[in-house]
């Protein structure tokens, strides 16, 4: 009987790691972008929606890539990022977290709830930070992690433009 248990219980736990391998991000070191970050972008961005799962960053995408710190761009930390437009050589993009900001009481329209998706391997409800434009080199991105649906991004563009007043 113990053997018979012992037997159950390992194909359970192989079931469960073979189900849930796939879902995960990657364990690799993020890689940072070649050269010197230039600073967040302050500019008007000419939004896209252009999405293509081609396993290359697109505008419309949700990516994981390495987003430098405010107070100090030499260091930073592997997060997805909602690429937005282009500026020159690097993307653009806005931060996500799956921390809630609703009742943050310095949350003055900063944040902007978008639900969940494949982006997060919990589907936790993220919400994109408005009010910080990051740009990302294109080879540092480490993978696709979703496609976010139009009405969505549109959603984003328009309390962007409001925020930004542009």
Request: glycine share 10%; charged share 30%.
């Amino acid at each position: 009987m113990k053997y018979v248990l012992l037997g159950l219980l390992a194909i359970f736990l192989l079931a469960w790691v073979l189900r849930h391998r796939g879902t995960q991000a990657p364990r690799r070191k993020p890689a940072r972008p070649s050269g010197r970050y230039p600073g967040d972008y302050t500019g008007k961005v000419a939004m896209q929606y252009s999405p293509s799962p081609d396993g290359k960053p697109d505008p419309g995408e949700i990516v994981w890539t390495w987003v430098p710190f405010e107070e100090d761009h030499t260091q930073g930390k592997d997060r997805p990022v909602l690429l937005i437009g282009r500026d020159g050589r690097w993307m653009l993009g806005l931060m996500l977290t799956s921390k809630d900001h609703d009742h943050d009481r310095h949350n003055r329209g900063q944040w902007m709830d978008i639900g969940t998706g494949s982006w997060d391997r919990q589907r936790r409800p993220s919400e994109v930070r408005l009010d910080r434009i990051i740009r990302i080199d294109p080879r540092a991105v480490r993978r696709e992690g979703a496609i976010l649906p139009r009405a969505t991004f549109d959603a984003v563009s328009g309390s962007l433009s409001r925020l930004l007043n542009w």
